[in-house]
């Protein structure tokens, strides 16, 4: 059924990775600002883990299904993560000084959210695993 707390998450979750991303920045110079969609491997991770949050709401019916994505989303959100965390301790000196900006903080916001989403999840499976020893 769709109106579960984990839809909620989900579609939290979605947001975070697809929406906020397009908006929040990553990194303020005073050259420039960037965005997650300004370089290709960070859309590309960004729109995957947005997806795979939207395939795992609709998959409601197959509960097991929908726990195996949302681990998957999350070791997703932790790669991408890895390459942030990567590309703040490998950037060249640069003259200019620059600022980190919020969106570094939507994987780790993402993560959150699909970790109270499989907990829930888990916590449907159980119940039905409970009434069906019931039968």
Do not use: H, W
Not at 40 to 46: D, G, K, S, T, V
Not at 111 to 133: G, P, Y
Request: proline share 1%; hydrophobic share 55%; with cysteine.
């Amino acid at each position: 059924m769709l109106q579960r707390i984990q839809t909620i998450y989900l579609l939290l979750a979605a947001i975070c990775s697809g929406g906020l991303s397009q908006v929040l920045s990553l990194r303020t110079t005073e050259a420039s600002i960037e965005f997650a969609f300004d370089s290709l491997e960070y859309a590309i991770l960004f729109s995957a883990s947005a997806l795979l949050s939207l395939i795992s709401i609709f998959l409601f019916k197959t509960r097991q299904t929908q726990f195996v994505l949302g681990r998957l989303n999350i070791i997703l959100n932790l790669i991408l993560l890895g390459l942030f965390i990567y590309r703040l301790l490998t950037v060249s000196g640069e003259t200019a000084n620059s600022e980190k900006g919020i969106g570094l903080l939507l994987p780790i916001i993402s993560i959150v959210l699909l970790a109270f989403a499989n907990k829930a999840i888990k916590k449907d499976e159980a119940l039905v695993k409970s009434v069906d020893r019931l039968r």
